[in-house]
């Protein structure tokens, strides 16, 4: 007897009682309720509770295994410039605006632009973010560092003492001159400009004061002059701009300058700005200023430089007395190039999450993101692929009894089951003992169905056999 065979015999007596059936045969013992399941031939859903919620935990925790690495730190180390300059004054507004969002910024004190160059290129370094003069350096001298664009103009300022004639600079030979200390980017430009004219560092007493020092010393007439590179904001040149002692230089051959260094910019301080009552300064005077770029290393963070670039548009989008409403921060390379963040930035804005969210939420969003999109890519063919192998698994189990009563038909074929009717008989007990045992949807109830069938037939034939000896005496 075939499988095949056997299950049409099943279907063909399912609905009468076969001759000689046992009393305890599985279709005389099943209930109502079964038989009924059994005409149902209607497909009965799956419960995909399980598996799905399954599913969902296995990625979820991908999703966070690849995320937590991919999020920006809570710390960044900015390098600012000396105390009393620009720098330093303008570092405490980001550290209050970038705090405002759970980035601590942690302010380093330099002598200025080279040391906070110096600073960003040296790999041991805790320093990501700093101030640096535009034309200082290039993307072949710092391939590691990029530019989030220009931010404010920094001027130098040449003050010197009221009486001292100081029609240029060839008038401060022989002089006490403050040029600013070593790393600062006031002294590699007041010396380069002072070289330009001719003006050997012996011809004049250079002195490497910071601004702060190099202020209360002119005011004191300890100094006869202080060149100083910072903006118009600084304490200090406030404070010397409105001293009745000291004057501000002009530098009437501006245009020459910009000519020769292209990285320079001429502005305009308008008569009587530092002190209208006073008239401070009595006429217009012309000064020579590079802008400031503000400079990252390429590693930081795609979130940390929105952060800073959202934060410097609220610090210098404002108009001054030589920039306009909404020029800075400006999309100006400076000799570093801007990075792909700043690019879109000075394109387009800030991201669109976070305009809506948060800073951490907005950034912690994209960053799902970023991982859950593949994620579900690969996740949603395996979704797909999981109903077959379900129905496949359901089936097996199925199959995995018919291929033991295709071994016992054999037996039974063979007469090899005649030798021990037996044990042929707790064989089928068992593989009946089984099907019964198995926990299957209702919409692969007709399968169990079709199977104890077969074992009711299988039975059936058995038990002919065993009578068949009496019969014959």
Same mark, same amino acid.
């Given at each position: 007897?075939?499988?095949?065979? #056997?299950?049409?015999?099943?279907?063909?007596?399912?609905?009468?009682?076969?001759?000689?059936?046992?009393?305890?045969?599985?279709?005389?013992?099943?209930?109502?309720?079964?038989?009924?399941?059994?005409?149902?031939?209607?497909?009965?859903?799956?419960?995909?509770?399980?598996?799905?919620?399954?599913?969902?935990?296995?990625?979820?925790?991908?999703? %966070?295994?690849?995320?937590?690495?991919?999020?920006?730190?809570?710390?960044?180390?900015?390098?600012?410039?000396?105390?009393?300059?620009?720098?330093?004054?303008?570092?405490?507004?980001?550290?209050?605006?970038?705090?405002?969002?759970?980035?601590? %910024?942690?302010?380093?004190?330099?002598?200025?632009?080279?040391?906070?160059?110096?600073?960003?290129?040296?790999?041991?370094?805790?320093?990501?973010?700093?101030?640096?003069?535009?034309?200082?350096?290039?993307?072949?001298?710092?391939?590691?560092?990029?530019?989030?664009?220009?931010?404010?103009?920094?001027?130098?300022?040449?003050?010197?003492?009221?009486?001292? *004639? %100081?029609?240029?600079?060839?008038?401060?030979?022989?002089?006490?001159?403050?040029?600013?200390?070593?790393?600062?980017?006031?002294?590699?430009?007041?010396?380069?400009?002072?070289?330009?004219?001719?003006?050997?560092?012996?011809?004049?007493?250079?002195?490497?004061?910071?601004?702060?020092?190099?202020?209360?010393?002119?005011?004191?007439?300890?100094?006869?002059?202080?060149?100083?590179?910072?903006?118009?904001?600084?304490?200090?040149?406030?404070?010397?701009?409105?001293?009745?002692?000291?004057?501000?230089?002009?530098?009437?051959?501006?245009?020459?300058?910009?000519?020769?260094?292209?990285?320079?910019?001429?502005?305009?301080?308008?008569?009587?700005?530092?002190?209208?009552?006073?008239?401070?300064?009595?006429?217009?005077?012309?000064?020579?200023?590079?802008?400031? #770029?503000?400079?990252?290393?390429?590693?930081?963070?795609?979130?940390?430089?929105?952060?800073?670039?959202?934060?410097?548009?609220?610090?210098?989008?404002?108009?001054?007395?030589?920039?306009?409403?909404?020029?800075?921060?400006?999309?100006?390379?400076?000799?570093?190039?801007?990075?792909?963040?700043? *690019?879109?930035?000075?394109?387009?804005?800030?991201?669109?999450?976070?305009?809506?969210?948060?800073?951490?939420?907005? %950034?912690?969003?994209?960053?799902?993101?970023?991982?859950?999109?593949?994620?579900?890519?690969?996740?949603?063919?395996?979704?797909?692929?999981?109903?077959?192998?379900?129905?496949?698994?359901?089936?097996?189990?199925?199959?995995?009894?018919?291929?033991?009563?295709?071994?016992?038909?054999? *037996?039974?074929?063979?007469?090899?089951?005649?030798?021990?009717?037996?044990?042929?008989?707790?064989?089928?007990?068992?593989?009946? *003992?089984?099907?019964?045992?198995?926990?299957?949807?209702?919409?692969?109830?007709?399968?169990?169905?079709?199977?104890?069938?077969?074992?009711?037939?299988?039975?059936?034939?058995?038990?002919?056999?065993?009578?068949?000896?009496?019969?014959?005496?």
């Amino acid at each position: 007897m075939t499988i095949a065979s #056997s299950n049409n015999k099943t279907v063909e007596n399912m609905g009468a009682k076969p001759d000689g059936l046992a009393p305890s045969s599985p279709l005389q013992r099943a209930p109502a309720e079964r038989r009924r399941m059994l005409s149902r031939r209607g497909h009965v859903p799956v419960d995909w509770v399980r598996p799905t919620i399954g599913i969902l935990v296995v990625a979820g925790l991908c999703a %966070v295994f690849l995320l937590l690495p991919s999020l920006p730190p809570r710390t960044i180390v900015m390098a600012t410039g000396p105390k009393g300059g620009a720098y330093a004054e303008v570092g405490l507004r980001y550290r209050e605006i970038l705090g405002r969002s759970g980035i601590d %910024v942690t302010l380093q004190p330099t002598d200025g632009d080279f040391e906070n160059l110096n600073q960003l290129r040296d790999p041991h370094s805790d320093v990501s973010v700093a101030f640096i003069q535009g034309g200082s350096t290039t993307q072949k001298q710092s391939p590691n560092l990029v530019s989030l664009g220009s931010v404010f103009y920094e001027p130098l300022w040449l003050f010197y003492q009221r009486g001292l *004639q %100081v029609e240029g600079l060839n008038d401060l030979r022989g002089r006490k001159v403050s040029i600013g200390p070593e790393g600062s980017g006031t002294r590699v430009l007041s010396l380069e400009l002072l070289q330009r004219n001719g003006i050997a560092p012996d011809t004049f007493v250079p002195l490497a004061l910071s601004p702060e020092e190099g202020g209360r010393q002119l005011l004191n007439k300890e100094i006869d002059a202080a060149f100083v590179l910072t903006s118009w904001d600084s304490t200090v040149v406030r404070q010397l701009l409105a001293s009745e002692t000291v004057e501000l230089a002009n530098f009437p051959r501006a245009d020459a300058y910009v000519a020769l260094y292209p990285f320079l910019n001429k502005v305009v301080v308008p008569t009587g700005v530092g002190d209208l009552a006073a008239n401070r300064p009595d006429s217009d005077k012309t000064l020579l200023a590079p802008k400031v #770029s503000l400079a990252v290393r390429k590693s930081v963070h795609p979130a940390i430089q929105y952060a800073l670039l959202s934060a410097a548009a609220e610090i210098h989008a404002d108009p001054g007395i030589f920039q306009r409403a909404g020029q800075f921060p400006a999309a100006e390379p400076l000799g570093l190039p801007l990075s792909t963040e700043a *690019q879109r930035f000075h394109k387009s804005g800030r991201p669109f999450l976070q305009h809506h969210f948060p800073f951490w939420m907005a %950034v912690l969003i994209e960053r799902l993101l970023v991982v859950l999109i593949p994620v579900l890519g690969l996740l949603y063919p395996l979704l797909r692929f999981i109903p077959t192998l379900y129905d496949w698994s359901m089936r097996s189990k199925v199959f995995r009894l018919y291929g033991e009563m295709r071994f016992l038909e054999l *037996q039974i074929e063979r007469g090899d089951a005649k030798l021990d009717l037996d044990a042929t008989t707790a064989h089928l007990d068992r593989i009946e *003992q089984r099907a019964h045992q198995l926990r299957m949807p209702r919409a692969y109830a007709s399968m169990v169905y079709s199977l104890l069938g077969h074992i009711a037939l299988v039975r059936q034939r058995l038990n002919r056999d065993r009578a068949a000896p009496s019969i014959h005496s």
